[in-house]
């Protein structure tokens, strides 16, 4: 998908962003490029938020470069500060028309489509923000709808990417279980892989 035909889709479906940026330190390589099963994590993100109802997707990179198929790439020249970086510019580049945004991580592999249809079902039925559960606890993904763009971009700092404006406006945010169909866990040492890979 190309840049003018991301200005031309249409806004019915939420976009989905994924971040992408980050350069695995304590994995040692940059996770947007790791395989499992074959797959990239960077395709398998955006193969999982399109194939839940998203569109655009659009993927923000960083320490890597990447090109992915059915997905915009956005740079982020600034991706050493944190994931804040690329929640902003993530934001910063979906369409003028969209009207919600499911952001995933490229880190956790065993988020699904169906958490993302879930969320999007949620906003469908009327919520501001759609949040992931597993155990009561919020994780991944995260449903922001249009209104909530910039005053998730203001409090987007450092590591914490939604989390500041999420605990800053617990009123908004409408919990979605997801226990039975994800789960939040993520790649973040070469352990994490290894245990990824045994379990097939």
Avoid at 32 to 50: F, I, K, M, P, Q
Avoid at 90 to 99: K, S, V
Avoid at 169 to 190: F, K, M
Wanted: glycine share 12%; net charge negative.
């Amino acid at each position: 998908m190309t840049a003018y035909e991301l200005s031309r889709h249409g806004a019915r479906s939420p976009a989905g962003l994924l971040l992408a940026a980050g350069e695995g330190s304590r994995l040692g390589r940059p996770k947007a490029l790791v395989e499992l099963d074959g797959e990239r994590l960077v395709d398998r993100g955006v193969r999982t938020l399109r194939d839940g109802g998203c569109a655009p997707v659009l993927v923000v990179a960083g320490a890597a470069q990447v090109e992915v198929i059915g997905a915009v790439v956005v740079p982020n020249p600034d991706w050493r500060d944190g994931m804040g970086s690329s929640l902003r510019a993530g934001l910063g580049a979906l369409p003028p028309a969209c009207p919600a945004v499911v952001v995933a991580l490229v880190d956790q592999p065993k988020v699904t489509a169906a958490a993302v249809a879930r969320l999007i079902a949620a906003h469908d039925a009327g919520a501001e923000v759609a949040v992931a559960t597993y155990g009561g606890a919020p994780r991944n993904p995260v449903l922001l709808r249009v209104a909530h763009f910039a005053a998730a971009a203001e409090a987007a700092v450092g590591d914490r990417g939604a989390r500041g404006f999420l605990r800053a406006h617990p009123d908004l945010v409408t919990h979605v279980p997801c226990d039975d169909v994800a789960s939040p866990a993520d790649i973040d040492t070469p352990a994490d892989l290894a245990a990824f890979t045994d379990r097939g």
